[in-house]
C-alpha cells in the first residue's frame, strides 16, 4: 500500500475555505467532514484536512500561526503541464487567493504560486524530467 499522507490545515472559515477549493475542483469525504473539519481530496495518497482553527488547537499546545503573517509551510503540487499550473493558479485567483510572486519558468521546470484565503503558501510545479539539466559532480 502506497503511503498516504494528510496535511493539517488551519482556516478561519471552514465553509469559505470548502467553497474556494470546490471552485479548484478539489472534492471533499463527507464521512471526514463535520462543522469542525472536512477532508479535502487531492489524490488517492494525499488528503488536505482543512480544521477550524478552534479545533487545529486541541492538537497542539503551540500557538497557531497567521499565515497572512508568517510562512508555516509551502504545499507544492505537481501539474501536468504549463497550462495546467497556470489554469489552478487562475481558478485560485478567480476564487480570492493572491499571488505573492510571479511564475519562475526554468525551461525544464515551471512554477506559479498563490496564497489561499487564509495565507497558506500553495505552489504547483510541472517539471520536464528529460529536460532536467544533467547532475555535476565537483
Given at each position: ?7 493539517n490545515?488551519a482556516?478561519s472559515?471552514?465553509?469559505k ?12 469525504n463527507?464521512?471526514f467532514t ?14 488536505m ?18 499565515a497572512?503573517k ?7 503540487l505537481s501539474a ?8 489552478m ?5 478567480a476564487?480570492g487567493?493572491?499571488?505573492?510572486n ?12 498563490f ?9 504547483y510545479?510541472?517539471m ?11
Open positions: 500500500m502506497a503511503t498516504q499522507i494528510f496535511v490545515l482556516v472559515d471552514l465553509n475555505s470548502v467553497e474556494f477549493f470546490t471552485k479548484l475542483g478539489y472534492t471533499f463527507p464521512k463535520d462543522e469542525k473539519a472536512t477532508c479535502m481530496i487531492i489524490s488517492d495518497t494525499i488528503y484536512m482543512l480544521l477550524t482553527r478552534t479545533f487545529f488547537q486541541t492538537f497542539t499546545q503551540k500557538e497557531i500561526i497567521d497572512h508568517a510562512i508555516e509551510t509551502s504545499i507544492a501536468d503541464s504549463k497550462d495546467e499550473v497556470n489554469a493558479v487562475d481558478k485560485a485567483v476564487a487567493a493572491t499571488i505573492p510571479p511564475s519562475t519558468d526554468y525551461g525544464f521546470m515551471y512554477q506559479h504560486s496564497d489561499d484565503l487564509d495565507g497558506h503558501h500553495w505552489e510545479v510541472w520536464d524530467p528529460n529536460g532536467m539539466p544533467e547532475h555535476q559532480d565537483s
